[in-house]
């Protein structure tokens, strides 16, 4: 399992986290998101 955590910020309702692409051991895209 892999697990990424950029870490939020809650308070100002702010949500960040990312969108890996993986195939076989590659990330092909890897996209921060922050809503």
């Not at 399992?1 to 590659?26: A, R």
């Amino acid at each position: 399992t892999v697990c990424f955590n950029p870490g939020s910020e809650y308070g100002e309702g702010i949500f960040k986290g990312y969108l890996v692409e993986i195939e076989g051991d590659k990330i092909l895209r890897l996209q921060r998101v922050e809503g």
